[in-house]
């Protein structure tokens, strides 16, 4: 009954991003994917099975700069790849739309495509890469900022999985799809 009401309520929760936050590069939020524990049976279990020991569902989501959730697409497998699982969110009649003019940022993983900013391969980007050391240039400025901003994903979804320990459970008692939707 619980994740039923939730469930009433997403779309007071699960907004749109705004076309009013101003950035210089017209950013409205991030995209990242997240691996949650699934139970699964036996015959599609290794499908599921993708970077962790355990089955999980490759999880992904599109996050604003104020932490809330704008887009959510659940249901691959552990073993998907990211921009696999971006692909099909673009195909959907009701999935992801980046409206002109406005992009997403993305991690490596995505690939560069309109719409989609991922940092420039090859150049400094995690922040523990960069000690005490100064940027160097100005691809190195710009992974510096994309990590910077693109942190806000990783922390929406540690705070998703924090509040809700459902998503670490591998019994379901709804669809997996229907579970993230709730949390979300």
Known sequence: KVLHAIGELRNDYIRLPSLETPTKIDCIGTIDGTHVRAGVTKDVEHSFRGRKAFTTQNVMAAVDSDLCFTYVLAGWEGSAHDATVLADALTHERGLQVPP???????AGYGAKPGFLPPFRGVRYHLNEWGNNPVQNDKELFNLRHSSLR????????????????????????TFPTQVDMCC
Do not use: Q
């Open 101 to 107: 003019g406005k992009s997403y940022l993305v991690d």
């Open 151 to 174: 942190v806000t994903v990783e922390r929406a979804f540690g705070s998703l999985k924090r509040r809700f320990k459902i998503l670490d459970d591998a019994k379901p008692f709804f």
